[in-house]
């Protein structure tokens, strides 16, 4: 799922805690979306963070794309 600003800017908000040369901070700067990161964390508040901005960033999506069908 394609990332808006405002989401991309959320996860790297989550990950700012993780070194640089983390592998979620490297997948994610190569494209990966908040769920394939999941994997490459261990269960802490960043896994956490991470749910959450996907789950919004799809209840959006869900969102836009109904307004699109209702026309």
């Known amino acids: 799922m394609k990332l808006d600003q405002q989401e991309r ?3 790297l908000r989550a990950l ?3 070194p ?14 908040p769920i394939a990161l999941m994997h490459l ?6 896994v956490e963070n991470l749910k959450e ?3 919004a960033a799809y209840h959006r999506l869900l ?5 699109y069908f209702e026309r």
């Open 9 to 11: 800017e959320a996860v």
């Open 16 to 18: 700012s805690a993780l």
């Open 20 to 33: 640089h040369d983390h592998p979620a901070r490297i997948a994610f700067d190569r494209g990966a979306d």
């Open 41 to 46: 964390l261990e269960g802490d508040d960043t």
């Open 53 to 55: 901005i996907w789950l």
């Open 63 to 67: 969102q836009r794309q109904g307004s």
